[in-house]
């Protein structure tokens, strides 16, 4: 399997910082990943995809860069609702793979 | 309007079989996959598996395989995760996702469905 490691695990930030999160994966997977938000009690939220690729509706402070092994999310100027916990997943290869997780919490 | 509708919490005890659903609607059904993740109290996201109503095609985590099976009944769009003998340790949170061709991310959830097993 493909192992996605995030780091950090969590940060402390306060709104209108910049905030970048790190994802590696285990071994080559082009531009096949993917980032969603997750708040407490709800379902992940699809944020970015094919590592670059905004969902539609998802506003432009989010942004993802990266191919091969090495991937980023990038949120500019931190907003009160961007508070959560954020994933990234590989869907190069079957399993498909999560990061553990980068939780962003107010500083 | 896409949308996954997941069953309703459940709570049940070791040993008791269990099968939950994800009901689909606003898209074609049978030429999407609909995958399955556990998230457990406090923990991240696992990917359990995927299945492929068109032909019933299946792939599954090697950790769960053998532990659930997934399954779909297309003329009513629905996606199911089944236990035959649920223990404590399938307590979790279980969301469906759909993904929508081969090389994709889940852009859609379900809301997810809470699994307790306690004695």
């Known amino acids: 399997d493909i192992q996605m490691t995030q780091s950090p695990s969590s940060l402390s930030a306060s709104v209108g910082d910049s905030v970048t999160i790190t994802c590696r994966a285990s071994?080559?997977?082009?531009?096949?990943l993917a980032w969603y938000q997750q708040k407490p009690g709800k379902a992940p939220k699809s944020l970015i995809y094919a590592a670059s690729s905004l969902q539609s509706g998802v506003p432009s402070r989010f942004s993802g860069s990266g191919s091969g092994t090495e991937f980023t999310l990038t949120i500019s100027s931190l907003q009160p609702e961007d508070f959560a916990t954020y994933y990234c997943?590989?869907?190069?290869?079957?399993?498909?793979?999560f990061g553990g997780g980068t939780k962003v919490e107010i500083k | 309007e896409v949308q996954l509708v997941q069953s309703g919490a459940e709570v049940k005890k070791p040993g008791e079989p269990l099968k939950i659903s994800c009901k689909a609607s606003?898209?074609?059904?049978?030429?999407?996959?609909i995958g399955w993740v556990r998230q457990m109290p406090g923990e991240g996201l696992e990917w359990m598996g995927i299945i492929y109503p068109g032909d019933s095609d299946t792939r599954y985590n090697p950790s769960f395989q053998g532990q659930v099976t997934i399954s779909a009944d297309r003329s009513i769009t629905t996606a199911y995760l089944q236990w035959t003998s649920l223990k404590a340790s399938d307590t979790a949170m279980y969301f469906c996702?759909?993904?929508?061709?081969?090389?994709?991310?889940?852009?859609?959830w379900g809301q997810g469905t809470l699994v307790t097993v306690s004695s």
């Open positions: 996702a759909r993904q929508f061709g081969d090389y994709s991310d889940f852009d859609y």
């Open positions: 071994q080559g997977i082009s531009s096949w």
């Open positions: 997943q590989q869907y190069d290869t079957y399993p498909r793979t």
């Open positions: 606003g898209y074609n059904f049978a030429n999407n996959w």
